[in-house]
């Protein structure tokens, strides 16, 4: 299944373009301001964006995954 967010405007800072995430794929995704993505070119040069899943330490202290 494709879900299309419409259109966004590039912008450039520096010498980056940024280009704002749809706050829905990102609240689905249990992002916040100070969380990582993984930005994959493709072969037909489209981009694959996926959250970076972060480990931290859960209440009992085993380290298991907790997706921030």
Do not use: H
Request: charged share 25%; hydrophobic share 35%.
């Amino acid at each position: 299944m494709i879900l299309s967010f419409g259109e966004r405007k590039i912008q450039k800072t520096g010498y980056s373009f940024l280009c704002p995430l749809p706050a829905t794929w990102a609240k689905n995704a249990k992002l916040d301001q100070s969380s990582r993505v993984n930005i994959e070119m493709l072969e037909d040069n489209s981009l694959r964006i996926t959250p970076v899943l972060t480990t931290r330490q859960d209440e009992k202290g085993t380290g298991a995954p907790i997706i921030a």
